[in-house]
Protein backbone atom coordinates (compact mmCIF):
# COMPACT_ATOMS: atom_id res chain seq x y z
CA UNK A 1 0.00 0.00 0.00
CA UNK A 2 1.27 3.22 -0.98
CA UNK A 3 2.15 5.54 1.93
CA UNK A 4 3.42 9.36 2.85
CA UNK A 5 7.35 8.37 4.34
CA UNK A 6 9.20 11.33 6.23
CA UNK A 7 12.82 11.75 8.01
CA UNK A 8 13.80 11.84 10.30
CA UNK A 9 12.41 9.98 12.49
CA UNK A 10 14.06 12.26 15.04
CA UNK A 11 16.09 14.98 15.25
CA UNK A 12 17.78 16.99 18.15
CA UNK A 13 18.81 20.09 17.78
CA UNK A 14 20.47 23.11 19.55
CA UNK A 15 17.92 26.40 19.53
CA UNK A 16 19.14 28.82 16.67
CA UNK A 17 19.60 25.96 14.14
CA UNK A 18 18.37 25.28 11.05
CA UNK A 19 16.45 22.35 10.34
CA UNK A 20 14.89 20.29 7.31
CA UNK A 21 12.33 17.85 7.41
CA UNK A 22 11.39 15.85 4.90
CA UNK A 23 8.78 14.12 3.23
CA UNK A 24 8.14 11.80 0.10
CA UNK A 25 4.42 11.79 -0.69
CA UNK A 26 1.95 9.16 -2.05
CA UNK A 27 3.52 9.83 -5.70
CA UNK A 28 0.57 10.37 -7.48
CA UNK A 29 -0.51 12.55 -4.65
CA UNK A 30 -1.01 16.62 -5.94
CA UNK A 31 -1.99 18.40 -2.17
CA UNK A 32 0.79 18.16 0.36
CA UNK A 33 0.49 19.64 4.15
CA UNK A 34 2.36 20.01 7.19
CA UNK A 35 1.02 19.97 10.48
CA UNK A 36 2.79 19.48 13.68
CA UNK A 37 1.72 18.05 17.23
CA UNK A 38 3.18 19.37 20.73
CA UNK A 39 3.44 16.53 22.92
CA UNK A 40 0.18 15.21 24.13
CA UNK A 41 -1.32 18.55 22.40
CA UNK A 42 -4.00 18.89 19.48
CA UNK A 43 -2.71 18.57 15.53
CA UNK A 44 -2.04 22.14 13.98
CA UNK A 45 -2.10 22.80 10.38
CA UNK A 46 0.94 24.85 9.01
CA UNK A 47 0.61 25.20 5.42
CA UNK A 48 -0.82 23.42 2.66
CA UNK A 49 1.22 23.68 -1.16
CA UNK A 50 -0.38 22.77 -4.68
CA UNK A 51 1.14 23.55 -7.78
CA UNK A 52 4.52 24.40 -6.78
CA UNK A 53 3.33 27.09 -4.15
CA UNK A 54 1.68 27.63 -0.92
CA UNK A 55 -1.64 27.64 -1.24
CA UNK A 56 -2.40 28.26 2.74
CA UNK A 57 -0.70 28.59 5.81
CA UNK A 58 -1.29 29.09 9.35
CA UNK A 59 -0.36 31.48 11.72
CA UNK A 60 1.92 29.65 13.06
CA UNK A 61 3.89 29.54 9.99
CA UNK A 62 5.94 32.73 10.00
CA UNK A 63 9.07 33.90 8.49
CA UNK A 64 11.18 31.12 9.62
CA UNK A 65 9.47 28.76 8.12
CA UNK A 66 9.43 27.82 4.24
CA UNK A 67 8.33 24.73 2.37
CA UNK A 68 9.89 22.92 -1.00
CA UNK A 69 9.25 20.42 -3.50
CA UNK A 70 12.84 20.19 -4.78
CA UNK A 71 12.22 17.61 -6.97
CA UNK A 72 9.29 15.12 -8.27
CA UNK A 73 9.15 13.53 -5.44
CA UNK A 74 10.25 15.73 -2.00
CA UNK A 75 8.58 17.85 0.08
CA UNK A 76 10.42 19.40 2.20
CA UNK A 77 9.41 21.96 5.32
CA UNK A 78 12.53 23.87 6.82
CA UNK A 79 12.95 25.83 10.20
CA UNK A 80 15.39 28.77 9.61
CA UNK A 81 16.44 29.38 13.28
CA UNK A 82 14.95 26.92 15.55
CA UNK A 83 13.40 28.20 19.21
CA UNK A 84 12.38 25.66 22.30
CA UNK A 85 8.90 26.23 21.38
CA UNK A 86 9.61 24.34 17.71
CA UNK A 87 9.88 21.30 19.51
CA UNK A 88 6.94 19.21 18.56
CA UNK A 89 6.33 16.03 16.36
CA UNK A 90 5.69 17.31 12.65
CA UNK A 91 3.51 15.84 10.21
CA UNK A 92 3.60 15.21 6.65
CA UNK A 93 0.30 14.04 4.78
CA UNK A 94 -0.86 14.21 1.21
CA UNK A 95 -4.01 14.22 -0.77
CA UNK A 96 -4.97 13.10 -4.26
CA UNK A 97 -7.14 15.72 -5.40
CA UNK A 98 -8.86 19.08 -3.80
CA UNK A 99 -12.48 17.24 -3.19
CA UNK A 100 -13.19 17.62 0.66
CA UNK A 101 -14.03 14.13 0.17
CA UNK A 102 -11.10 12.44 -0.13
CA UNK A 103 -8.64 11.72 2.67
CA UNK A 104 -5.63 13.18 4.06
CA UNK A 105 -2.85 10.55 4.23
CA UNK A 106 -0.40 11.01 7.35
CA UNK A 107 3.34 10.14 7.90
CA UNK A 108 4.70 8.70 10.80
CA UNK A 109 5.49 12.09 11.69
CA UNK A 110 9.29 13.33 12.66
CA UNK A 111 9.98 14.22 16.10
CA UNK A 112 12.27 18.04 16.16
CA UNK A 113 13.51 18.18 19.74
CA UNK A 114 15.28 21.76 20.35
CA UNK A 115 17.52 22.20 23.05
CA UNK B 1 -14.17 30.42 10.34
CA UNK B 2 -14.44 26.32 11.05
CA UNK B 3 -13.40 23.98 14.36
CA UNK B 4 -14.34 21.11 15.37
CA UNK B 5 -14.89 20.11 19.30
CA UNK B 6 -14.99 16.67 20.75
CA UNK B 7 -14.24 15.37 24.44
CA UNK B 8 -11.45 15.70 25.91
CA UNK B 9 -10.70 12.69 28.26
CA UNK B 10 -9.18 10.90 28.44
CA UNK B 11 -11.46 8.01 28.81
CA UNK B 12 -10.91 4.69 30.66
CA UNK B 13 -12.98 2.02 30.13
CA UNK B 14 -12.98 -1.76 30.64
CA UNK B 15 -12.89 -4.26 27.61
CA UNK B 16 -15.88 -5.12 25.86
CA UNK B 17 -17.73 -1.93 27.06
CA UNK B 18 -19.53 0.29 24.83
CA UNK B 19 -18.00 3.52 23.55
CA UNK B 20 -18.95 6.47 22.92
CA UNK B 21 -16.76 9.87 21.81
CA UNK B 22 -18.52 12.71 20.95
CA UNK B 23 -18.26 15.39 17.72
CA UNK B 24 -19.86 18.68 17.28
CA UNK B 25 -18.85 21.09 14.08
CA UNK B 26 -18.89 24.31 12.92
CA UNK B 27 -18.56 24.84 9.08
CA UNK B 28 -19.99 27.81 6.82
CA UNK B 29 -20.32 25.25 3.91
CA UNK B 30 -20.96 21.44 3.45
CA UNK B 31 -17.66 19.30 4.85
CA UNK B 32 -16.97 16.13 4.82
CA UNK B 33 -16.29 15.07 8.54
CA UNK B 34 -13.52 12.20 9.40
CA UNK B 35 -12.37 9.90 12.38
CA UNK B 36 -8.48 9.72 12.30
CA UNK B 37 -6.80 7.62 14.99
CA UNK B 38 -3.41 7.74 16.63
CA UNK B 39 -1.62 4.85 17.91
CA UNK B 40 1.07 5.13 20.52
CA UNK B 41 4.39 6.33 19.06
CA UNK B 42 2.46 6.65 15.25
CA UNK B 43 0.90 8.99 12.79
CA UNK B 44 -2.61 9.49 12.23
CA UNK B 45 -4.87 7.10 10.10
CA UNK B 46 -7.99 7.39 8.83
CA UNK B 47 -10.62 5.39 10.72
CA UNK B 48 -13.70 6.32 8.69
CA UNK B 49 -15.46 9.07 6.84
CA UNK B 50 -19.21 10.24 5.87
CA UNK B 51 -19.09 12.79 3.08
CA UNK B 52 -22.94 13.68 3.42
CA UNK B 53 -25.69 14.13 5.53
CA UNK B 54 -27.43 11.00 7.23
CA UNK B 55 -24.15 8.82 5.88
CA UNK B 56 -22.47 6.48 8.22
CA UNK B 57 -19.04 5.87 8.25
CA UNK B 58 -17.86 2.22 9.59
CA UNK B 59 -14.66 0.61 9.82
CA UNK B 60 -12.90 -2.06 12.78
CA UNK B 61 -16.27 -2.08 14.58
CA UNK B 62 -16.29 1.63 14.89
CA UNK B 63 -19.12 3.61 13.23
CA UNK B 64 -20.36 7.22 12.85
CA UNK B 65 -23.15 9.04 11.49
CA UNK B 66 -23.35 12.68 9.70
CA UNK B 67 -25.93 14.33 11.23
CA UNK B 68 -26.92 17.73 10.01
CA UNK B 69 -29.32 19.02 11.88
CA UNK B 70 -26.95 18.41 15.10
CA UNK B 71 -24.00 19.12 13.49
CA UNK B 72 -22.32 16.30 14.74
CA UNK B 73 -20.14 13.12 14.20
CA UNK B 74 -20.35 11.17 17.15
CA UNK B 75 -17.71 7.79 17.05
CA UNK B 76 -19.35 4.57 18.76
CA UNK B 77 -18.21 0.82 19.05
CA UNK B 78 -19.69 -1.46 20.48
CA UNK B 79 -17.54 -3.32 22.56
CA UNK B 80 -13.90 -1.76 22.40
CA UNK B 81 -10.53 -4.02 22.89
CA UNK B 82 -7.30 -3.06 24.68
CA UNK B 83 -5.79 -3.00 21.18
CA UNK B 84 -8.73 0.22 21.01
CA UNK B 85 -6.22 2.06 23.18
CA UNK B 86 -5.33 5.26 21.56
CA UNK B 87 -6.19 9.14 20.45
CA UNK B 88 -9.21 9.79 18.62
CA UNK B 89 -9.45 12.74 16.30
CA UNK B 90 -12.61 14.20 14.75
CA UNK B 91 -11.71 16.30 11.93
CA UNK B 92 -13.45 18.09 8.75
CA UNK B 93 -12.83 19.14 5.61
CA UNK B 94 -14.21 22.25 3.84
CA UNK B 95 -13.63 23.48 0.26
CA UNK B 96 -11.75 22.87 -2.67
CA UNK B 97 -8.31 22.03 -1.77
CA UNK B 98 -8.60 23.77 1.75
CA UNK B 99 -6.86 22.28 5.00
CA UNK B 100 -8.36 20.10 7.57
CA UNK B 101 -9.61 21.09 11.09
CA UNK B 102 -8.83 18.73 13.59
CA UNK B 103 -10.47 18.27 16.90
CA UNK B 104 -8.51 18.20 19.99
CA UNK B 105 -8.08 14.71 20.36
CA UNK B 106 -9.68 11.98 22.93
CA UNK B 107 -7.56 9.83 24.42
CA UNK B 108 -8.78 6.45 25.30
CA UNK B 109 -7.56 3.48 27.76
CA UNK B 110 -8.86 0.03 27.64
CA UNK B 111 -8.26 -1.99 30.38
CA UNK B 112 -8.29 -6.03 30.13
Known amino acids: EPEVTQTPSHQVTQMGQEVILRCVPI?????FYWYRQILGQKVEFLVS????????KSEIFDDQFSVERPDGSNFTLKIRSTKLEDSAMYFC?????????????FGEGSRLTVL | GNSVTQMEGPVTLSEEAFLTINCTYT??????LFWYVQYPGEGLQLLLK?????DKGSNKGFEATYRKETTSFHLEKGSVQVSDSAVYFC???????????FGPGTRLSVLP
Open chain 1, 93 to 105: ASKVSAENTGELF
Open chain 1, 27 to 31: SNHLY
Open chain 1, 49 to 56: FYNNEISE
Open chain 2, 27 to 32: ATGYPS
Open chain 2, 50 to 54: ATKAD
Open chain 2, 91 to 101: ALSENYGQNFV
